[in-house]
Each structure stands twice: as structure tokens, then as C-alpha cells.
């Protein structure tokens, strides 16, 4: 299961109070498009993903052309 951590600027908290007391559907929609998709970290670019590259792991035979 992946698990993402968003933190929340006031701006962003206040913004989700409004779209919570006034149940507004579309503006709740906008808000996870603008405020909250926007920082959810694409695969590879998050610093604890393991797909980036480790400069502590020795390089494989294949990563330097097989020499």
C-alpha cells in the first residue's frame, strides 16, 4: 500500500474549511485538483523512492556498458 504525507499551508486549511461547511461539490473537486493532487510526488522524484538512483549502491556491469 502507498502512503503519501501532504502537508497543508493555512491558506490550503482554510480553503478546505470553506469547501467543508459549504458542501460546495465543484469547488471541492478543485480543491484536490489545485491543492492537493498538485502535491502528490510523481514515481522517482520523491526522495525516499526507491527507483532513484543510490550513489552508496556499487554500479552493475550493465549501468557503465557492460566493460
Given at each position: ?23 460546495d461539490e465543484a469547488a471541492a473537486l ?38
Amino acid at each position: 500500500m502507498n502512503k503519501v504525507v501532504i502537508t497543508l499551508d493555512e491558506s490550503d486549511l482554510i480553503e478546505l474549511q470553506i469547501v467543508l461547511l459549504d458542501a460546495d461539490e465543484a469547488a471541492a473537486l478543485a480543491f484536490l485538483k489545485t491543492r492537493i493532487a498538485a502535491k502528490i510526488p510523481t514515481k522517482g522524484t520523491a526522495p525516499c523512492d526507491s527507483s532513484r538512483l543510490n550513489p552508496y549502491l556499487p554500479k552493475s556491469d550493465l549501468a557503465d556498458g557492460g566493460a
